[in-house]
């Protein structure tokens, strides 16, 4: 909470002492002192706000408190989202093409890619709710979600199976409630809502002020001197509280009542009475001690840890897609120029079978085969071509803030620089090894980590709200007397008409007499409560054990899917390069197939269909080589995800994540 000051204003004219009415303007006679104090440190000059407001605002810290009063009432200014492309994208446009090499896809998804851009505000968000802890307030949460709109049409299928191990929700391609962010938002630990709660840290000022007029018959005027008592009566209060860290709360009040009346019996009139108090309450049970009024703050920042992990997991898993895109979209143009090559080997082949009807050597029903043969063939290519399409078009939305929409963009040609490289001979290492670096390294662990001592951050609170209420107060008051002489004054019998000195003034004269402690009181209280039963407190405290236990069985849980992930993408790498081999090899073999059934056809020893199905066999195995290098990139950067090593693997730097701008260069064109 911030600091406050509550004011109770009413009408009304009440004189405080003759000595100070002669210099205060009538505003100031109505309401007095108090009031005046708060109105002079509210009425700050306003350009000192303006210049604390133009500074960057550190979210975990808030605005500063000095000039009080002056800025914490302002909402903070949030910069606006920008929805422009770094200039990275139109460096690498050349002549309607876009040329990319991963370094630079992953460069150009860290810059403008939405998904990111969306996950950049969390941490901001964790740092805020610790500043609120601070105050001592309930925490909101941070989120614990992956956005996937940017980048799941293309990559969700590739990536789904990664995802199950993470801890994390995902919904790819958005919904209703999610949009494309899957999950809910995580508050570190459910049990700082229960058991003791913490105390208000921020100090806060408060204040009010009232003027009343009382009429009051009276049955024997011998006590006032008047069967009619007339006052007229001003109370104010000014005060500030301040919590601490221990439980303890401290206030110190600054109390004055006027009167003037027209009572016959009083000494003074008008009279004012005046006191300073000092009130302090320490918990000595229930709400005792720093860990439980500070667990908050603990949790905030542990909140933020995980807030900042998240991130990077948003990151990885931008980078993964956006890497398994790129792969699919050489794969694609690998296919397109694959299905080039097997059109023009049916077309060559529909020339020959021409060529031979003409001269009277082949029946002309063999032109029609061969013609049926290029028709499909060349469907085989307007299908590659528009999946091609398709995926520049998903692509172009990952690395980019408005996709297609980009004049620019829209009809630009992806053209990748690199080709997917497979080395056969590479060597994994063993899966022991990799899962404890996993186990280490990935943030989700570290996450789960994080919530467990969170847990045990909430259970302190929780077990001290089970505690019988103690509390020790303390008042130290100063009280002061202060007035003028009664001119009504009817003495009753045995009362006398000496007045002292030492009380006649105003204001100043009780201020006086307050800092002197002329006339001090104390006054030590206990206040004890303790529950006959106590179930709320004692459910409270087993259902957060139970919640620990459970949370201690799942990060088991976790640590097993990590190890199972591990060796499943190890076994996928070692999958993968067994068939890009076998394929690779079926290639070669269906090539040498071709060229022998060719010129025994040119021979004469075989048919057309025969030629026609050796083409067949070649385009498919070219289609399955293809799709075997896209698996096995794919499943190289599944081992990357399951062992942690996504960001060092692509040299990505959180930190220029976090502020989108990344310092290498592009690459050089490729010409």
Do not use: C
């Amino acid at each position: 909470m911030v600091p406050q000051i509550v004011l109770r204003i009413s009408a009304g004219a009440v004189a405080w002492g003759r000595p100070l009415s002669e210099y205060l303007p009538p505003m100031t006679k109505r309401i007095g002192w108090p009031l005046l104090l708060v109105t002079a440190m509210a009425l700050q000059p306003l350009a000192t706000a303006q210049e604390i407001r133009a500074r960057p605002m550190d979210y975990s810290m808030g605005q500063s408190a000095w000039p009080p009063l002056v800025n914490i009432f302002e909402a903070p200014e949030v910069p606006e989202i920008t929805l422009q492309n770094s200039d990275r994208l139109e460096n690498l446009l050349q002549e309607a093409k876009l040329y990319l090499s991963l370094s630079d896809a992953l460069a150009l998804a860290i810059e403008n890619n939405l998904d990111i851009a969306w996950s950049r505000y969390g941490p901001q968000s964790a740092a805020n709710d610790l500043m609120r802890a601070k105050s001592g307030a309930q925490l909101r949460g941070v989120q614990n979600q992956i956005s996937v709109l940017s980048t799941a049409q293309g990559a969700a299928a590739r990536t789904a199976p990664q995802a199950q191990a993470t801890g994390i929700t995902q919904r790819a391609g958005g919904g209703a409630a999610g949009g494309g962010q899957g999950g809910a938002a995580d508050i570190g630990d459910a049990s700082t809502f229960f058991g003791t709660q913490a105390v208000n840290l921020d100090p806060s000022m408060f204040g009010n002020i009232d003027w009343g007029h009382f009429s009051n018959p009276q049955t024997n005027n011998f006590v006032t001197g008047t069967t009619t008592l007339v006052r007229e009566i001003s109370n104010s209060q000014l005060g500030i509280r301040q919590g601490f860290a221990s439980g303890a709360t401290a206030a110190l009040v600054w109390a004055n009542s006027n009167s003037e009346t027209n009572s016959l019996r009083t000494n003074f009139n008008p009279a004012l009475t005046s006191a300073l108090t000092l009130r302090l309450t320490q918990p000595l049970l229930q709400g005792f001690g720093v860990a439980v009024n500070t667990r908050n703050i603990q949790v905030a920042k542990n909140n933020n840890e995980i807030s900042n992990l998240q991130f990077k997991l948003q990151v990885e898993e931008v980078v993964a897609r956006v890497a398994s895109l790129y792969w699919g979209l050489v794969s694609l143009r690998a296919q397109v120029e694959s299905q080039v090559q097997n059109l023009e080997l049916a077309k060559k082949l529909y020339r020959d079978n021409k060529i031979r009807v003409e001269v009277g050597t082949l029946a002309p029903i063999e032109i029609i085969r061969a013609e049926a043969e290029v028709a499909a063939r060349e469907a085989d290519l307007t299908a590659a071509e528009t999946e091609l399409q398709l995926q520049e078009t998903i692509l172009k939305d990952a690395l980019s803030v408005n996709g297609i929409a980009s004049p620019t963009l829209e009809h630009a040609e992806i053209v990748p620089t690199e080709d997917i490289v497979i080395d056969v001979d590479e060597e994994v290492e063993p899966v022991r090894v990799l899962s404890e670096v996993a186990l280490a390294s990935r943030a989700d662990m570290e996450q789960n980590r994080i919530r467990l001592r969170n847990t045990d951050l909430g259970l302190v609170g929780v077990k001290n709200g089970m505690l019988p209420s103690l509390n020790l107060t303390v008042d130290l008051t100063n009280n002061a007397l202060a007035g003028s002489i009664n001119p009504l004054f009817r003495p009753s019998p045995g009362q006398t008409a000496d007045v002292s000195p030492f009380f006649l003034g105003g204001l100043m004269t009780a201020g006086g007499q307050l800092f002197r402690r002329n006339f001090p009181d104390y006054q030590v209280r206990m206040q004890l409560n303790i529950p006959l039963k106590n179930r709320q407190a004692r459910a409270d405290y087993t259902a957060a054990l139970l919640e620990q236990r459970q949370q201690q069985v799942r990060f088991v849980q976790l640590e097993n899917s990590v190890r199972t992930e591990v060796q499943s993408a190890i076994i996928q790498v070692t999958q993968a390069r067994a068939r890009f081999a076998a394929a690779a090899k079926s290639v070669q073999l269906q090539e040498q197939t071709l060229d022998a059934e060719q010129k025994k056809y040119n021979l004469g020893a075989s048919t057309i269909f025969q030629v026609v199905q050796a083409q067949r066999d070649l385009a498919n195995a070219r289609t399955n080589l293809i799709a075997t290098q896209n698996e096995f990139a794919n499943a190289r950067i599944n081992l990357d995800r399951a062992t942690g090593h996504m960001l060092t693997a692509h040299n990505i730097s959180i930190a220029e994540a976090y502020e989108g701008v990344v310092a290498k260069r592009p690459d050089p064109l490729p010409f």
